[in-house]
């Protein structure tokens, strides 16, 4: 099955510098990589995600890019904000019909913004 | 949105009982439903995939005796935790796929399950 790992496991920035956490995966027939935000106690909350027929994606603050030769993505924050503080997990699967379409996570990164 | 919902919240049995957790989907209909355990600090790990009107499929290591779902309709499944014991407490969550299509996977809030 498909294996996820990334890194760092922890991440302590200062308020306004970028973080940057790297994944990466070992199936190459994975196509869908989504990234998630999870507070203490709640649900994942997507905050970007990106296909493999893209290389990069941008949402404000919030950017992913993807190497698939290389099976590894990455997710950056720039100007971070206390409220960016969270654990970050990224995923991929195999979203094709045949499919069922899980989602393997990896192992998550506490990122601490420094006010 | 795609909201799904869990119920309940929080749940404190004692050893030995049975839990039912409930995953629903208020606005659109889920053909695939996915169960999660998650420990304190660590990631989310898929237990089973649960498809509408058919049986479960368990990762490796899940009991599927002790971790019985149920997919009865298109807006909701369920987990029961069967003759729980103190090292199933844990968070479980749900997440639904819409039937209509899409990528993305809409999460429930969570069931924090304690055993005593």
């Known amino acids: 099955g498909e294996n996820v790992e990334q890194h760092p496991s922890t991440l302590s920035v200062q308020e306004g510098d970028s973080a940057v956490i790297k994944c990466t995966y070992s199936?190459?027939?994975?196509?869908?990589f989504p990234w998630y935000k999870q507070e203490l106690g709640k649900r994942p909350q997507l905050i970007i995600d990106?296909?493999?027929?893209?290389g990069e994606k941008k949402d404000q603050r919030i950017a992913v890019t993807l190497n698939k030769t290389a099976k590894h993505f990455s997710l950056h924050i720039t100007e971070t904000q206390p409220e960016d503080s969270a654990v970050y997990f990224c995923?991929?699967?195999?979203?094709?019909?045949?499919?069922?379409?899980?989602?393997?996570f990896g192992a998550g990164t506490t990122v601490t913004v420094r006010a | 949105g795609a909201v799904v919902s869990q119920h309940p919240s929080r749940v404190i049995c004692k050893s030995g009982t049975s839990v039912k957790i409930e995953c629903r989907s208020l606005d659109f209909q889920a053909t695939t439903m996915f169960w999660y355990r998650q420990f304190p600090k660590q990631s989310l790990m898929l237990m089973a995939t649960s498809n509408e009107g058919s049986k479960a499929t368990y990762e490796q290591g899940v009991e599927k005796d002790k971790f019985l779902i149920n997919h009865a309709s298109l807006t909701l499944s369920t987990l029961t935790v069967t003759s729980a014991h103190p090292e199933d407490s844990s968070f479980y969550i749900c997440s639904a796929r819409d039937a209509t299509g899409g990528y993305e996977q809409y999460f429930g809030p969570g069931t924090r399950l304690t055993v005593t």
């Open positions: 995923a991929a699967s195999i979203n094709r019909f045949s499919n069922d379409y899980k989602l393997s």
């Open positions: 990106i296909r493999s027929n893209v």
């Open positions: 199936d190459s027939a994975s196509n869908y």
